[in-house]
């Protein structure tokens, strides 16, 4: 009786530890090492397919997009996932339009994944393995801002180039297949595009989105060869830059030995501003006190130096004027009296202290302008510097600059392109934004200059500017071939004259006359761009 009652306490004991160790295991299992163990079984049920890296987007100032805005429908097929492989080549040559016999041996290869765009639709139910997915297009028909963010790939451009480093980031993409024990789909999940966005790095400029929309439709519009700029005044941010012709930028290749300059971006290129550089020299003949307003000069229809003749446009005569009307007729044979007065060392120096030989390190390729030596503004060489002619170049941006300076009362903000390199939340990871500025002339002289430039648009050469809002600028027909009768129209200016908020540069490229080719579309742009931040 005694042993049998020592064995039932045994037993009971042994019972009892057993299950105190099975109690003690299922917790280890489920609280401890559960979500562990819970993932490994989640993860057995997904087939994941790497993508790969994920690139940083190009936003505007407000992380508007420039990139990756639309997507285009692809459809996936997962070889190790697809039992009957005749079937499935017979459905994936429907809707992509390729052989039958390419995609079934593509499907007998060692591939991990297939990738074929949809040409066309399939409204059965498609093969377990097989799936469509809408994929993000880094570029499209519709991408604004080409010349700035450039392309990638085997060459590349532009931000993408400059900032290539930071855009490919470390993040990764990948397709996640969910499926159950029947290589189903598992239902209410599928398939699933999946992102670590850790570490993707993305660029933000000073572009503005819609102000580079506008600028660019106009220009599209008009058929424009040549480029428009615009600056904001008050900090030398470039919220527009566009160049014509364009490019597609999936389609590099076709381009790289074409003539007609569509991968130049003309914006950042130099070229004669002809009238357009009087800005400078009636700033430089100002502020050295070389002349004043009150001068009076005998304009001439042309003008005799050392045997070479400088005309006036339709060799025109307006008698007495002094330097306001001169500007704003456009008057070569006065201008270049002031020039005279005034001597080639002033106006060169005054050139350089607008920025036109210097360097502002866009991280984008950009030429910058040039300027004859004083040697070579002696005698008739003062002509062509006075009518920004012969060795003198400028950019459209440094024509946009030159408005911005003199619109901000002669306080010059050196262009900024880029603000900072953002996170995949939009959070400042680096400052890139530059804040330097100086004064290039007295605010007395910039006035000055602004009404001159004014008067410009109510009286003179640059009707054709004029808005609502009120215009001021300064026209410019660069000679290119006198015999051919060539020239590059431009015209520079800002908008509103009273308090100057955009700095609008026009270049068409032998575009004849800027009174009458680059006025009108500055008109365009500054009235359009009013209406969204008036």
């Given at each position: 009786m005694c042993n049998k009652i020592t064995r039932l306490v045994i037993l009971a004991i042994s019972l009892t530890l057993l299950t105190i160790g099975l109690m003690a295991r299922l917790f280890y299992i489920q609280v401890i090492k559960g979500e562990s163990y819970a993932k490994i079984a989640v993860e057995q049920k997904i087939k994941s397919l790497n993508l790969g890296q994920k690139r940083g987007e190009i936003y505007d100032r407000n992380l508007i997009p420039f990139t990756d805005r639309t997507s285009t429908e692809y459809i996936y097929a997962v070889p190790g996932m697809i039992i009957d492989k005749e079937l499935a080549s017979t459905i994936l040559s429907k809707i992509t339009e390729n052989p039958k016999e390419k995609i079934f041996n593509d499907l007998n290869s060692k591939s991990d994944f297939l990738k074929y765009k949809c040409l066309n639709t399939y409204n059965s139910k498609l093969p377990i393995g097989i799936f469509k997915l809408d994929v993000p297009e880094r570029y499209d028909t519709n991408t604004l801002a080409r010349h700035i963010i450039g392309y990638y790939g085997s060459i590349s451009s532009g931000l993408e180039h400059t900032f290539d480093r930071a855009l490919r980031s470390y993040g990764n993409e990948s397709i996640a297949i969910f499926k159950d024990n029947y290589n189903d789909y598992l239902k209410g999940l599928g398939v699933k595009v999946r992102s670590t966005s850790d570490n993707v790095f993305s660029i933000e400029t000073t572009l503005d989105y819609h102000i580079q929309k506008a600028v660019e439709n106009i220009l599209d519009k008009n058929n424009i060869n040549g480029a428009a700029v615009v600056l904001d005044v008050k900090n030398g941010d470039i919220l527009a830059m566009a160049s014509r012709p364009n490019y597609d930028q999936n389609k590099i290749s076709s381009y790289l030995d074409s003539t007609n300059e569509e991968l130049m971006n003309k914006a950042l290129m130099a070229y004669p501003p002809g009238s357009i550089f009087k800005i400078i020299v009636a700033s430089a003949a100002l502020e050295n006190g070389k002349v004043n307003i009150y001068d009076n000069f005998i304009d001439e229809p042309y003008i005799n130096i050392n045997s070479v003749v400088f005309h006036n446009f339709m060799d025109e005569a307006n008698g007495i004027i002094n330097i306001d009307k001169a500007?704003?007729?456009?008057?070569?044979?006065?201008?270049?009296?002031?020039?005279?007065?005034?001597?080639?060392?002033?106006?060169?120096?005054?050139?350089?202290?607008?920025?036109?030989?210097?360097?502002?390190?866009?991280?984008?390729?950009?030429?910058?302008?040039?300027?004859?030596?004083?040697?070579?503004?002696?005698?008739?060489?003062?002509?062509?510097?006075?009518?920004?002619?012969?060795?003198?170049?400028?950019?459209?941006?440094?024509a946009a600059d030159i408005a911005a300076t003199i619109a901000n009362n002669g306080i010059r903000h050196v262009p900024n392109l880029l603000k900072s390199i953002v996170d995949e939340n939009g959070k400042e990871i680096e400052n890139l934004h530059k804040n330097d500025s100086y004064r290039v002339v007295s605010e007395n002289t910039a006035i000055i200059v602004k009404k001159m430039m004014r008067d410009v648009v109510t009286n003179g050469t640059g009707k054709n500017a004029e808005t609502e809002y009120g215009s001021a600028g300064k026209t410019g027909s660069a000679e290119v071939n006198k015999e051919l009768n060539i020239y590059h129209a431009w015209f520079t200016g800002f908008v509103p004259y009273d308090k100057p908020k955009y700095a609008i540069s026009i270049f068409v490229k032998n575009g004849d006359i800027g009174g009458i080719k680059a006025a009108p579309i500055f008109k365009d742009i500054a009235g359009e761009i009013m209406k969204y931040y008036r």
């Open positions: 500007f704003e007729v456009s008057s070569n044979t006065t201008f270049i009296k002031i020039g005279q007065n005034t001597g080639g060392d002033k106006i060169i120096n005054m050139a350089k202290k607008f920025g036109i030989t210097i360097d502002d390190n866009l991280p984008i390729e950009e030429e910058i302008g040039t300027l004859p030596s004083i040697k070579n503004t002696y005698g008739a060489g003062i002509g062509n510097l006075s009518i920004g002619q012969g060795d003198v170049s400028i950019t459209p941006l440094q």
